[in-house]
């Protein structure tokens, strides 16, 4: 065995996310060296420094064998110890790499001869790029040979000279790039830029009207710039959005498409003055896709009912906003067509899933999206997915007219917000105007989904993994842990203990909330399907379950075809409590409801819920309706441009034209939220307490009424607790 002679610094990473792993699980850089040499050498003794002025910072460790013609990978990790060896055998550097470019050399073992060096310094490094003496390597190979590209360099990013967001005025749009002798090309159809088929960018973009621009810088042997994405949204051109386009098909998956702004609704007197401030009223989420990827023969679009990631295609989504508060962002994305009988093709305005992944760049979204909505203070801000609803069920382009003539998108959202409002962990919303590649696409529900991505944000991740249940089948996971909570419920529980087993497979709290909810909100499609659990039982959180899909709250009739519907009315007598779905959640609360405790328990929920202003009440309802329907007040009425005549103008199904009408937010929107609001809000509680009653689940006789329900009082406050009953005594404990 030789002392080094031959060893060089072949490959080094110095912003290490997803490459490789050191003896601690964590990424720390690297360096690679080689032996040339075709016997072992010994790098005992030399030396690594990335400090000019210091060339003994560190020692290699004696007994530093390289075997002939081979690898050896170190960490710098700057551990403290000047030889630390991992677990796994690794050593590690008492240095780092800085990945913005830095001096690395390897010293012979005098301490001042310099074998190689990187001089003045190496080039910065994005993440998961690694460095040699023959350039950049983008595949690295950390221990291996390199086979892989390489690159000279980086192309500096583009810049844009306006930032994406809403404007009224034309302007000359400036993209420019650091890197000399850059070529920029772009695009404006949604579409990718490359260099064989995209526009090479001379002189400024004239930009005035709705425009997404998508840019890249290139060079020679260099690696080129990701894809820049800005939109420029012109609500004054939004307004003049055509029916049709000579570059856009006809129809949606056989069906007629339909991509106008109203003009009935646009130059209407009792709407011209409020459109443009309606589609300001909201965030924009825009959508930049290649158009054959939405459009095209195996375009989503035309095929809504296929799913899986066959069926995924690459976006690029941007959040604009109009505040002057709130950021926004940008980021690439997977988009799939999202929900059930919505997915048809009979139905113009379908619902998405975004999906993060890192093959489309951040593997998650990093954004507070739900921090100032309602309820939204304990929202986590890295999202795995998130779902576009469209507004399918009580929407104007529902296929049944009873159902579109009492249109409200706020009936989901509310739900949740409800579930939330009662203390419990649940899904958070917020409402967004909707632009695919710079067409305006209507009033979009933004929101969670609750699988093992939600659960692990929410509740930490378990060392066994979430099961997530969709209406009885795993989206995560097994069923298995969930089938063994249902057949615990199934037997008598009459003793603590199994109570206790009990309460750690199921939550019973925030399912007794999630049974009462929709009770009271009067679920007709639910139970068969529209339902989510997620958990892993005694091992890590019991399952909850939470509100999904409830478009049918408040709704007069059951979901289907019907030839004589009943009238919006109907909705206030709704009795949905004696529901009993195998291996559902109304069949787990019917066996539950056998047991005294849970029907004492239940009569507690109700207490708290449905009375002195609680989520329930008339007053706590009111209060959390309001604060979300304020929110679409103006809004609304770019919904009803973009979609309220479509039943009548374009495609009516099954039905007549003339059972539809153009929908609009005086005369049909608000005229729904009216009866929600001084109907149905006041007197659902009293009529679902009777239902409650009916079914042995809170008894005839009132519970006392406390001047004072709980929190802080005055020194000396004098509590007077009242009988709203007819007869009888009030009895009470000061013990606890």
Same mark, same amino acid.
Not at 218 to 234: A, E, M, P
């Given at each position: 065995?030789?002392?080094?002679?031959?060893?060089?610094?072949?490959?080094?990473?110095?912003?290490?996310?997803?490459?490789?792993?050191?003896?601690?699980?964590?990424?720390?850089?690297?360096?690679?060296?080689?032996?040339?040499?075709?016997?072992?050498?010994?790098?005992?003794?030399?030396?690594?420094?990335?400090?000019?002025?210091?060339?003994?910072?560190?020692?290699?460790?004696?007994?530093?064998?390289?075997?002939?013609?081979?690898?050896?990978?170190?960490?710098?990790?700057?551990?403290?110890?000047?030889?630390?060896?991992?677990?796994?055998?690794?050593?590690?550097?008492?240095?780092?790499?800085?990945?913005?470019?830095?001096?690395?050399?390897?010293?012979?073992?005098?301490?001042?001869?310099?074998?190689?060096?990187?001089?003045?310094?190496?080039?910065?490094?994005?993440?998961?790029?690694?460095?040699?003496?023959?350039?950049?390597?983008?595949?690295?190979?950390?221990?291996?040979?390199?086979?892989?590209?390489?690159?000279?360099?980086?192309?500096?990013?583009?810049?844009?000279?306006?930032?994406?967001?809403?404007?009224?005025?034309?302007?000359?749009?400036?993209?420019?790039?650091?890197?000399?002798?850059?070529?920029?090309?772009?695009?404006?159809?949604?579409?990718?830029?490359?260099?064989?088929?995209?526009?090479?960018?001379?002189?400024?973009?004239?930009?005035?009207?709705?425009?997404?621009?998508?840019?890249?810088?290139?060079?020679?042997?260099?690696?080129?710039?990701?894809?820049?994405?800005?939109?420029?949204?012109?609500?004054?051109?939004?307004?003049?959005?055509?029916?049709?386009?000579?570059?856009?098909?006809?129809?949606?998956?056989?069906?007629?498409?339909?991509?106008?702004?109203?003009?009935?609704?646009?130059?209407?007197?009792?709407?011209?003055?409020?459109?443009?401030?309606?589609?300001?009223?909201?965030?924009?989420?825009?959508?930049?896709?290649?158009?054959?990827?939405?459009?095209?023969?195996?375009?989503?679009?035309?095929?809504?009912?296929?799913?899986?990631?066959?069926?995924?295609?690459?976006?690029?989504?941007?959040?604009?906003?109009?505040?002057?508060?709130?950021?926004?962002?940008?980021?690439?994305?997977?988009?799939?067509?999202?929900?059930?009988?919505?997915?048809?093709?009979?139905?113009?305005?379908?619902?998405?899933?975004?999906?993060?992944?890192?093959?489309?760049?951040?593997?998650?979204?990093?954004?507070?999206?739900?921090?100032?909505?309602?309820?939204?203070?304990?929202?986590?801000?890295?999202?795995?997915?998130?779902?576009?609803?469209?507004?399918?069920?009580?929407?104007?382009?529902?296929?049944?007219?009873?159902?579109?003539?009492?249109?409200?998108?706020?009936?989901?959202?509310?739900?949740?917000?409800?579930?939330?409002?009662?203390?419990?962990?649940?899904?958070?919303?917020?409402?967004?105007?909707?632009?695919?590649?710079?067409?305006?696409?209507?009033?979009?529900?933004?929101?969670?989904?609750?699988?093992?991505?939600?659960?692990?944000?929410?509740?930490?991740?378990?060392?066994?993994?979430?099961?997530?249940?969709?209406?009885?089948?795993?989206?995560?996971?097994?069923?298995?842990?969930?089938?063994?909570?249902?057949?615990?419920?199934?037997?008598?529980?009459?003793?603590?203990?199994?109570?206790?087993?009990?309460?750690?497979?199921?939550?019973?709290?925030?399912?007794?909330?999630?049974?009462?909810?929709?009770?009271?909100?009067?679920?007709?499609?639910?139970?068969?399907?529209?339902?989510?659990?997620?958990?892993?039982?005694?091992?890590?959180?019991?399952?909850?379950?939470?509100?999904?899909? +409830?478009? #049918?709250?408040?709704?007069?009739? $059951?979901?289907?075809?019907? %030839?004589?519907? !009943?009238? =919006?009315?109907?909705?206030? @007598?709704?009795?949905?409590?004696?529901?009993?779905?195998?291996?559902?959640?109304?069949?787990?609360?019917?066996?539950?409801?056998?047991?005294?405790?849970?029907?004492?328990?239940?009569?507690?929920?109700?207490?708290?819920?449905?009375?002195?202003?609680?989520?329930?009440?008339?007053?706590?309802?009111?209060?959390?309706?309001?604060?979300?329907?304020?929110?679409?007040?103006?809004?609304?009425?770019?919904?009803?441009?973009?979609?309220?005549?479509?039943?009548?103008?374009?495609?009516?199904?099954?039905?007549?034209? +003339?059972? #539809?009408?153009?929908?609009?937010? $005086?005369?049909?929107?608000? %005229?729904?939220? !009216?009866? =929600?609001?001084?109907?149905? @809000?006041?007197?659902?509680?009293?009529?679902?307490?009777?239902?409650?009653?009916?079914?042995?689940?809170?008894?005839?006789?009132?519970?006392?009424?406390?001047?004072?329900?709980?929190?802080?009082?005055?020194?000396?406050?004098?509590?007077?607790?009242?009988?709203?009953?007819?007869?009888?005594?009030?009895?009470?404990?000061?013990?606890?």
């Amino acid at each position: 065995m030789l002392q080094a002679k031959k060893v060089i610094i072949s490959e080094f990473m110095a912003n290490n996310e997803n490459s490789i792993q050191d003896g601690y699980g964590e990424t720390s850089d690297w360096i690679e060296f080689k032996n040339l040499e075709l016997i072992d050498s010994d790098l005992s003794n030399f030396f690594l420094t990335d400090d000019p002025s210091n060339l003994q910072k560190w020692r290699f460790p004696a007994q530093t064998i390289i075997k002939s013609n081979s690898y050896l990978l170190i960490f710098a990790s700057a551990k403290a110890e000047s030889e630390h060896i991992d677990p796994d055998g690794n050593i590690h550097t008492n240095f780092a790499i800085d990945n913005s470019g830095e001096y690395l050399a390897l010293i012979n073992p005098d301490g001042e001869t310099i074998i190689q060096e990187f001089n003045p310094s190496y080039a910065s490094m994005p993440k998961d790029i690694s460095y040699g003496t023959s350039g950049f390597f983008l595949e690295p190979t950390p221990g291996t040979a390199n086979a892989g590209p390489t690159v000279k360099g980086f192309v500096e990013n583009t810049k844009f000279s306006h930032d994406r967001g809403i404007y009224s005025e034309p302007f000359n749009l400036e993209i420019t790039s650091k890197t000399e002798n850059s070529i920029i090309y772009y695009t404006e159809d949604g579409t990718i830029p490359d260099p064989e088929s995209s526009l090479i960018y001379k002189n400024p973009v004239l930009i005035d009207s709705t425009k997404i621009i998508r840019a890249i810088a290139y060079k020679k042997d260099f690696l080129q710039t990701n894809v820049d994405t800005h939109s420029y949204i012109f609500p004054t051109a939004v307004i003049k959005q055509k029916g049709t386009n000579p570059e856009l098909p006809r129809t949606w998956g056989g069906e007629p498409a339909d991509y106008e702004m109203d003009p009935e609704i646009v130059n209407d007197p009792d709407y011209s003055e409020f459109i443009i401030p309606a589609l300001e009223a909201l965030p924009s989420l825009s959508i930049a896709i290649n158009p054959d990827d939405f459009y095209g023969p195996s375009g989503i679009y035309q095929h809504p009912k296929s799913d899986g990631e066959r069926w995924e295609r690459s976006i690029s989504v941007e959040l604009i906003t109009t505040d002057g508060i709130e950021k926004g962002f940008q980021i690439n994305s997977g988009m799939r067509i999202q929900g059930g009988s919505s997915r048809n093709v009979d139905i113009p305005k379908h619902s998405f899933s975004l999906r993060f992944r890192k093959e489309y760049g951040s593997g998650k979204l990093n954004y507070p999206l739900f921090k100032n909505s309602p309820y939204g203070e304990n929202a986590v801000q890295k999202f795995d997915y998130l779902q576009l609803r469209g507004g399918f069920n009580f929407g104007w382009t529902h296929r049944h007219y009873y159902q579109s003539r009492h249109a409200q998108y706020n009936r989901d959202q509310f739900a949740n917000d409800l579930f939330l409002a009662m203390g419990n962990s649940g899904i958070h919303g917020r409402w967004t105007h909707l632009y695919i590649n710079g067409l305006y696409w209507g009033i979009y529900h933004v929101h969670e989904r609750p699988d093992a991505d939600f659960m692990n944000a929410y509740f930490g991740e378990k060392e066994l993994s979430y099961d997530a249940i969709n209406s009885s089948s795993a989206t995560n996971g097994s069923i298995a842990a969930y089938n063994k909570m249902v057949s615990i419920t199934s037997s008598l529980i009459d003793s603590p203990q199994e109570y206790g087993i009990l309460t750690k497979h199921l939550h019973i709290e925030s399912f007794i909330d999630y049974i009462l909810l929709n009770f009271y909100i009067g679920n007709r499609d639910w139970d068969g399907h529209n339902w989510r659990a997620a958990g892993n039982g005694p091992s890590g959180e019991p399952f909850r379950f939470f509100p999904w899909d +409830s478009e #049918f709250a408040i709704s007069p009739n $059951n979901a289907g075809a019907i %030839q004589s519907p !009943n009238p =919006i009315s109907n909705a206030l @007598l709704t009795d949905v409590t004696n529901k009993n779905g195998n291996q559902r959640p109304t069949g787990i609360h019917q066996k539950l409801k056998r047991n005294s405790w849970y029907r004492l328990k239940f009569a507690d929920h109700i207490r708290k819920h449905l009375y002195n202003g609680g989520s329930l009440s008339p007053e706590g309802a009111k209060t959390i309706w309001q604060e979300r329907s304020d929110s679409l007040e103006t809004a609304i009425i770019a919904e009803s441009a973009r979609w309220g005549d479509f039943r009548r103008d374009v495609d009516s199904g099954r039905w007549s034209p +003339s059972q #539809f009408d153009l929908y609009t937010k $005086n005369t049909h929107y608000k %005229q729904t939220q !009216n009866w =929600i609001f001084e109907s149905y @809000l006041p007197n659902r509680t009293g009529i679902l307490l009777n239902q409650l009653r009916a079914r042995g689940l809170y008894p005839d006789t009132e519970a006392p009424n406390f001047s004072q329900h709980g929190g802080e009082v005055v020194s000396d406050y004098t509590l007077s607790i009242e009988n709203p009953n007819d007869k009888g005594a009030i009895y009470y404990t000061i013990d606890g």
